[in-house]
Structures are given as C-alpha cells and as structure tokens.
C-alpha cells in the first residue's frame, strides 16, 4: 500500500471513529504541479487527499486559525520534518497544545515519499535531531555561499536591490506559521516604526524586523519565499540568523515543545559579566 | 501647544569651554514648542534651580529640558524643583551634553553641533512626555543580614538595637568569620576572641535577631522593601533543639585527623565537630564527607554517647522563606592559595605559611596553644622570614590591587613574634610600607623600633631548603645588593581575594561585582554602602579587602541606611514600569521568561460565562523594574514602558 492510501486509511479511521474534528492535507492544485491545502471533516472525503513530491507547503500554520483549536477537539496534520519543528515552536510559544495534533509525518527524497513514524510531536525528536546533527544547509546553497563570500559592501547592495523589488504585500509573513501575532510590529502606527511605503527604507526596514523576528524560530520551510511575488530568496537570510543562533548559543529552533525562545531566555552562568 | 523650556547650563568649564552655550540657547529658542531657552552657569546652584521654577511659573511651561550632566547625577535635582514649581517631575527630562558630549570631544564647533542634535531630540520627546504618579509599596520591617563575619555581626546588632527584626544567616557552623581566628589585632594588639566573643554571643542572645547558621541564600526574589528570601538550612545531623553543646559526642568520636578548616590546615578535627571551642551557636555539625557512618554504615558512637539524643542521621536538608525589606551583604572575603608561587614552596614546605596560619600559631587558642612552632617539626623557629605582597600588587601571577591590610598584620606578626620568642630574628621583604590609619604608623614604627624588626625593600625569588633551613633568596634594593638568608619558618602575606562563589552568589541576589569578585557600590565616592540593586547594602571585606575598624564602620552604615528604609511605611517607587496591550497581546510568553525580575504573569481573560477568550501577559508595577527588556522583545509591540514610550523614543530619534 502507498504512504498516500496508508494515510487516507488512517485519516478515515480517525474522523470516523471522531479521534479528530479535522485532517490538514494536500488535495490537487490548479495544475499537476500544485498542491493546495484541504481541510476535510467528513471521513466520506478522504479520497481527495494527496501525497506526492509536490506537497511541499508547510502546512502548520493553518492549526492557529482563530478559534480552530479552543474546542480542545484534535486535529489531524500533514507535516515534514519543518512542520513537526514548527508544531514544537508553537507549542513552545503558547499557540497551541501540542496534546491536540495529530501528525501525519512525511519527507520527500527525491520523488520518493517516506513515511516518518509517530502521532504526537514528541515522537519525532529523533528526526529533529538528526537534521540538526546534519548541519542543515541553505535552500539555494550555491547563492547562499555566493553571498557569504562577499564583502559587506557588497552584501548589502546585494540584498538592496533584492529589497528594491519587494512590493510591501505581506505575503510572506502571512504565508509564516511563525507569524501568528494578532497585530504585526508593521501595522503598528503609534509610532509607526516601520515605513509603510515600498520604498528602499520601509523595504529595509521591514525585512530586518522580519529576520530577527523569525531568528532563531524559523525552520526554513520555505513558505515565505515561495509566497513571495517578486522572488526575494527570504529563506537565505533566515538560514543565515538560524546559523548565527546555532553557533553562539547551540540554539536550533524547533527541537521541542518546552524548548525556551533564544532571545528571551538567558543562562546565569553565561560568561558575559553584565547579566546580573 | 507645547511650551518647552530649555535650561542650559554651562557646567563651570565643564561644558562651557567646549559647548558654545549661546548659540545653543539661541538655536532651541527657534524650535518650534520652545517658550525659553536660557543659559546659566550652574543651574543646578540655589538660584539655577530657583531661575528654572520661577520660568515654570512665569510662563506655564508644559515642559523642561535641562541640558547639563547625566541624569544619574541631577535628574532627581530638576524633577524636584519642577514639583515644587508645580510641573509633574516626570515632565523633565535631562539632555546629557557633559559625560555624553563636552567631556569626549575635542572640536567646539562639532560639540555644539552634538549639543544641539542631543538637546533638540530631548525637547521632542519631552512634548510627548505624561504625568506619572510614583507608585507606592508597603516595606516589610525585617532585615536579612548574609555572612555572620564581625561586619555581618555588627550590621545586625546595629539594626536590632534599633528595634528592628533583622534575620542573620552565616553559612558556616558558626558566627565568627575570619575576626574568630585572629589572635591579637593591629593597632592596639587586643585579643581577637576577646572582643569578637562577646558580639558573637550578644548577636545570637538578642530577641530581635534571628540567628540561622549552617544555612545558605538559595534564591532571592523581589525588590527593595519586599524581597522574598529561600534559605536552605543545611542538615547538621544535630537537633539544635536538643542539644545542649556538652561536646561528649566531639570526645568520642572516632574520626580525629581531619584536618581543621578553622586552623587553615595546621590542627585536627573530628568528623563531628564545632569550628572552635567559642563556637556560637555551640552545637555540633556532622562532616558528611568525612563521617565513619556515612562512610560505610558502622559506628554512630556520637549518637550512643548524645545524653540528649538529639543526633539524627536521617536528618534532611530543609527549606525556609522569608520576607525582608532590606538585604545586607557581608559575605568577607578569602585568602587567595599561594601555591602559584612554586619558586617560594608553599605547599612544598611545610614551614612556608601563610599569614593566615601565623595568626593561628600565634593564637592562644590554636593548634600550638599560642607558641610559635614550626609544622614541620614543633621546633620553635629563630629566624623568620616575612614576605609581604605574596599575590598582591602582581598583575602577571596575582592581583593587581593593594590588599591593604597585609602590611599592618605583618608588621603585627613581627612584634608577636619578637614578644613570644626571645631573642629571634625577623626579616621582612616588602615593596612599600602602607601604614595609612590611626595609630598605624605609628604601630609599624614600634615593630621596627622596638621590636627590631629587620625591613629589607626588595622581592624574594627564591626559597629552597638545604641543610635543615629555608633559604631565602632576594634583593635589597636599598642596599642595591642580593641577600640570602637562612631562616625556620617563611611567612607569606597572601593576598586577599573574593570568595571563590562570589561572582555566583552574587548573580543569586542579584547585585554587580568587579572584575576580581568584590561588589560594586553604587558610586565609590558618593554610596560606597549601597550596592547596584536598591535594597541591598554591602558590609566589609566583600566589598574591597578591608581591615577590622573599616569593615565595622562600613557594617554601621549600612545599619543606618536599612533604619532609613524601615522608617517608612509606604515606599515611593520609580513610575517607570512597562504595561501591556491586552488587546494586541500574542501571549507568547517570551516576555515572561525575558523579565530578569519576574514581573510579568500570565492573565486569563474571560467573557461572561467565564470561558477563557484569551490568555495575556500582565505586569506587576510592584514588581516592575522598569529595565525592558520586555519591550524589546515582545514581538507584537505590546508593552509599553511609562517614561520611555515608544512614542517618546521615536520622537526623540527623529528628533535628532
Ligand atoms: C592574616 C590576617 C590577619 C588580620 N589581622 C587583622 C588585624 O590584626 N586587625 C584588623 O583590623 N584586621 C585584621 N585582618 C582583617 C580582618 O580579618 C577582616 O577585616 C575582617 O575579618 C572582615 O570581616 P568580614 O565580616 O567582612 O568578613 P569575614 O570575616 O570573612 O566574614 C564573612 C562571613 O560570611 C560568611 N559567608 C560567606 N559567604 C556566605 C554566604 N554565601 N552565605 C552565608 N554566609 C556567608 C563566612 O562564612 C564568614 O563567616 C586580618 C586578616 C588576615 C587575613
Ligand atoms: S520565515 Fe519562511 S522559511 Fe522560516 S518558518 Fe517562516 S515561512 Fe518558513
Ligand atoms: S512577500 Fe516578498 S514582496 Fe511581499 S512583503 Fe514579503 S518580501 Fe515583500
Ligand atoms: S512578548 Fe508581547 S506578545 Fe508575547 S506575551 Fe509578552 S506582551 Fe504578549
Ligand atoms: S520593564 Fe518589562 S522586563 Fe523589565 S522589569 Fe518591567 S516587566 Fe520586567
């Protein structure tokens, strides 16, 4: 049996028997090519989910929709590994309770499908470790080292003219499971710290504040620069923060549920003498 | 419409010879919400004070700006004077155009540049500035004095002779610290127990003082006037209830060669044991570590010898909360282990000391009943070599610092010396004779004139034993040649150093502390008793080495600033504290976790029937430090901080 017929199975038995309100999956997209989201209650549905190498969107983001989750019912979720991150990440964060998913767990080799083994997000440590144990690289790993290799100067005229292009849409951060806030620090206008107009500034300003949001919380999904509409490659710069927290305080984000966020918690014998 | 008033001030020269004051007057006088703009040679003067309340008055200004010094220094000063003008005081603020500007610039015209972007962006914060009302909080009337040493000894009676509950915790089993093995004390060379005695005994006597020995700070929450203290109380294996302190058990117990921490290394001790026979309280302690029973299961002779049976080897570690309004820290200090100097063989030689052990030998009731002795041999030494400043004054294998009291006490040992063996010689090595204090010098004097001590000005380097003698290697420089001495006994002035666990105790209350591990006062100058944190005083040798008359002046003085404390009811904080957007509130968490003062506390919030709508962060003003950290790091820009909003902060940048 494929891994797709053995979790169209799996989802039936759990809608049916009402282990879950709800299944989180693919179902065929405007092309052979695309997958979009489905969300099926009814076990009669389950034949329309897909599983195939073109399911790549992290779905996890869907799970803190306002009010989905506050009837404590479970809900059932298709995850790759950076979905099982970020289901930790949530949790972490109070967004959720990690008691009421249910993961589907996959990852995709090529065109090949595996299946990872597992209900709760607890049981997934191993494969968390172990990617961080393989120290992850950059999605466009030859750019990424491209840019590495440049000198500051150039750097920055580099991610200015990536910046130039961006259209201040927002589809990045909506397309973020990590940005969940109910008011983004760029819809605030008491100050308005961050320049609304999609100018060389406010663009700056709005992809800085985006990479120290997620540093050290993203877990490179993907979802943002795929969502993204002029092509800015966002996720290298979260590669680069992520690399940055796991260097100086072997942080990688995501690896469980009671994990503390890097930037707000602190050691008492860090050796830096100022922290009381 | 705003109406700013802008005070500059010329500092004297401070600021005056660098920051063209006229011209920045005259160019704040064109902002715009500017009503006045003046300038004054000292505004922080009577009439500069007065000059600023009476433009408040004249004009019904809405706001103040004074540019001069760092607020640290008169910020308290211009909020004052605005109050008694009748403007809220959180309606001024300070543009820092000395510490910030005229001080670390060279160039007049680029320091009246800065003047004025630093004063401009004051002036468009203050036009966003609110009124804020100080908060009160109640103060909890009871002291908690940490360290039982003679300045932790002092504090607390200080304070309990007031009237004031004071709780004493020394983490030893007994009071006494480093005062407890001195024999006789510089300048007037009175016995150290003598007088050290009667204050342990009074401390632990007296109704108003709650003596905890053998216990430990475990956590230290809270803020001045309601700190919440755990205190372990460590496991004596003794009832202190029961026990009467007939020492029975300390005759018979079996275990006898353990080296005695009170007589640094050179006596013996029991495996149940009281420091010293002084000791106050005076009931026993188990060495865990070095009890037969603990050991291997058999023995437990203590207890069948215990009239009282008060000995528990069940007994377990137990945990005790207490509130305090005010904390003082008198934690002492160590000496530091001379066994980095290889060349002069302590650790090697056994009649290389430490001052330390002198004061042991020397002590009536010490390992040598107040003999001088050798370890090695019990022999009575006829030549002693002293060499001071072992670890201090040495940046390459030491401390960089002065111990200060090395000099006194080795002068002290030489006169002992003389007074116990007649006829022996001492030679001490020194850099400088640092005799600075009443009667002082006049005591080394006496060592030297009447004790014929021999001073040789040089450094030591080498000491090695040949032929049944310590020979001792240096220079003269006065004499500008080498010497060799053969001597019996070497004694180093080790230096003094913080407590090994001082820079983590020190996080545990949450205080600062220098590069070496003693605690930041304040100012050096100006509050050498308080320490970083409001609340927390600072007595003795914890603070820089400290002799006996300087660590109890200190001890008073804190004594007098927890009195000031305790004389009020109510305490009027700082209305700088963050608050939160409930409705914009992600309830994250990180802030709770990022809030060093655990300010922050999850709140439900409920529709009618009671159902949870929303879970929110919620500050607690009371325990609001007004640091935030929160801030910067709520992601959704909730909170918020009273006196530095983000409407302030951005003002002020943009005002620059
Ligand atoms: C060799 C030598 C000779 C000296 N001779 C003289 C002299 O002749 N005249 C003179 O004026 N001065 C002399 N001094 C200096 C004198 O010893 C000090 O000034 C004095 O002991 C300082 O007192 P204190 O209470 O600050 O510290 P300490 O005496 O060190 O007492 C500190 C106490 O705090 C306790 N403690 C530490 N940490 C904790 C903790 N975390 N919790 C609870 N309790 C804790 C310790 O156990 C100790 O009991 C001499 C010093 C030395 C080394
Ligand atoms: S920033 Fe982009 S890559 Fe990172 S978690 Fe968010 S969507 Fe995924
Ligand atoms: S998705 Fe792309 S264009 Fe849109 S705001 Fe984000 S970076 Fe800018
Ligand atoms: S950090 Fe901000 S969003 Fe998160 S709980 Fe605190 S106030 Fe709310
Ligand atoms: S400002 Fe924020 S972080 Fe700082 S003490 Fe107050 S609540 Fe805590």
Redesign the interface.
């Known amino acids: 049996m494929s891994i797709e017929e053995q979790y169209r199975t799996r989802a039936k038995e759990l809608l049916s028997g009402g282990a879950v309100k709800m299944v989180i999956g693919y179902g065929k997209g405007s092309n052979a090519k695309r997958r979009r989201p489905i969300f099926i209650s009814s076990a009669d549905e389950v034949d329309r989910l897909v599983l195939d190498d073109a399911c790549i969107t992290n779905l996890s983001g869907y799970l803190v929709s306002e009010g989905l989750l506050s009837d404590e019912k479970r809900v059932a979720v298709f995850l790759r590994p950076e979905g099982i991150r970020a289901i930790n990440i949530l949790a972490a964060?109070?967004?959720l309770d990690a008691e009421q998913i249910v993961i589907f767990g996959f990852d995709v080799a090529g065109n090949e499908i595996k299946a990872l083994k597992g209900i709760n997000v607890e049981e997934f440590s191993d494969v968390i470790d172990s990617i961080k144990e393989g120290a992850p690289e950059a999605a466009e790993e030859e750019l990424f080292e491209k840019i590495e290799k440049m000198s500051p100067q150039e750097r920055f005229s580099f991610w200015q003219e990536e910046f130039a292009k961006c259209i201040k849409c927002y589809a990045c951060r909506q397309a973020c499971p990590m940005c969940?806030?109910?008011?983004?620090?760029v819809d605030?206008n008491?100050?308005q710290?961050v320049n609304t107009s999609s100018h060389t500034l406010g663009n700056f300003e709005w992809n800085i504040v985006r990479a120290f949001?997620l540093s050290g919380r993203c877990v490179e999904c993907g979802n943002c620069d795929r969502a993204c509409p002029v092509n800015i490659p966002l996720r290298l710069i979260n590669h680069r923060m992520a690399e940055e927290v796991l260097g100086a305080f072997d942080h990688f984000a995501g690896t469980s549920k009671t994990q503390?966020?890097v930037?707000?918690?602190?050691k008492?014998d860090d050796s830096e003498?100022f922290?009381? | 419409m705003a109406k700013i008033g802008v005070f500059i001030c010329h500092c004297g020269e401070n600021i005056g010879a660098k920051v063209d004051c006229t011209k920045l007057a005259a160019a704040m006088g064109e902002h715009p919400g500017v009503a006045v703009s003046v300038e004054y040679k000292y505004f922080c003067s009577d009439p500069g004070q007065e000059s600023v309340k009476r433009a408040i008055r004249d004009n019904n200004l809405t706001g103040v700006v004074v540019a001069a010094c760092s607020p640290r220094m008169h910020e308290a000063t211009f909020r004052k004077a605005c109050a008694e003008a009748g403007l809220n005081p959180y309606l001024c603020e300070i543009a820092n155009i000395r510490e910030q500007c005229s001080w670390v610039h060279t160039d007049n015209d680029q320091a009246t540049e800065k003047a004025m972007d630093i004063t401009r962006s004051m002036v468009e914060k203050v036009k966003r500035n609110n009124k804020l009302q100080p908060i009160e909080v109640p103060v909890t009337r009871r002291a908690l004095v940490i360290g039982g040493g003679i300045a932790g000894i002092q504090a607390a009676l200080d304070i309990a002779n007031a009237g004031q509950d004071v709780v004493l915790v020394e983490r030893e089993p007994s009071l006494g610290g480093h005062m407890a093995q001195l024999s006789e004390t510089f300048p007037t060379l009175d016995c150290s127990q003598c007088i050290m005695t009667p204050r342990m005994v009074e401390a632990a006597q007296h109704p108003k003082i709650r003596l905890l020995t053998y216990a430990e700070i475990e956590s230290v929450d809270g803020y001045i006037g309601n700190f919440s203290v755990r205190v372990r109380m460590k496991s004596r294996y003794v009832d202190i209830n029961k026990c009467t302190g007939c020492g029975d058990c300390i005759t018979k117990c079996p275990a006898k060669k353990i080296s005695s921490e009170f007589d640094c290394g050179l006596g013996k001790r029991t495996a149940i044991y009281t420091p010293f026979a002084q000791s106050v309280p005076n009931i026993p302690v188990i060495d865990h570590a070095n009890c037969i029973y603990f050991k291997n299961g058999k023995c437990k002779i203590c207890s069948k010898t215990c009239q009282c049976d008060a000995i528990d080897f069940d007994m377990q570690d137990t945990f005790e909360d207490i509130e305090v309004g005010a904390i003082v820290v008198a934690t002492g200090f160590q000496v530091q282990n001379n066994t980095m100097y290889g060349e002069y063989g302590y650790g090697k030689y056994p009649d290389v000391i430490n001052g330390l052990q002198f004061e042991r030998l020397a002590s009536a009731s010490g390992p040598t009943a107040g003999k001088i002795l050798r370890p090695s041999d019990g022999v009575e030494p006829q030549t002693v070599v002293f060499i001071q400043c072992a670890g201090s004054r040495d940046p390459s294998k030491g401390v960089r610092y002065c111990s200060k009291i090395c000099c006194m006490y080795t002068a002290k040992h030489a006169m002992l010396y003389a007074h116990k063996v007649h006829g022996g010689k001492t030679h001490i090595f020194y850099m400088d004779i640092r005799a600075a204090g009443k009667g002082y010098d006049e005591f080394s004097r006496r060592a030297i004139e009447e004790d014929e001590a021999a001073y040789l000005r040089g450094r030591v380097s080498k000491v090695w034993e040949e032929n049944g003698k310590l020979m001792v290697r240096g220079v003269d420089t006065l004499l500008g040649r080498p010497v060799e001495i053969a001597a019996d006994m070497v004694v180093l002035a080790t230096a003094i150093i913080a407590q090994p666990d001082a820079k983590e105790f020190a996080k545990t209350i949450g205080i600062g502390y220098d590069e070496y591990g003693f605690y930041n006062e304040a100012h050096l100058k100006l509050r050498p008793v308080e320490s970083s944190t409001a609340g927390v005083f600072l007595a003795g040798a914890c603070q820089s080495p400290k002799d006996i008359p300087d660590s109890v002046a200190q001890a008073s003085a804190t004594a007098s600033k927890v009195l000031a404390l305790f004389s009020k009811d109510m305490l009027e904080r700082e209305p700088v504290v963050a608050t939160n957007n409930e409705a914009t509130c992600a309830g994250c968490w990180g802030c709770v976790l990022a809030c060093p003062y655990n300010a922050i506390e999850q709140k439900d919030i409920l529709d009618r029937s009671g159902r949870i709508i929303k879970r929110v962060a919620s500050v607690n003003p009371g325990l609001c430090q007004g640091c935030g950290t929160c801030v910067t790091f709520c992601r959704s820009n909730s909170l918020d901080l009273a006196g530095f909003t983000e409407r302030q902060i951005f003002a002020e940048v943009m005002g620059l």
């Open positions: 964060e109070s967004q969940y806030c109910r008011r983004c620090i605030s008491q100050p710290w949001h503390e966020p930037l707000a918690s602190f008492k003498t922290i009381l």
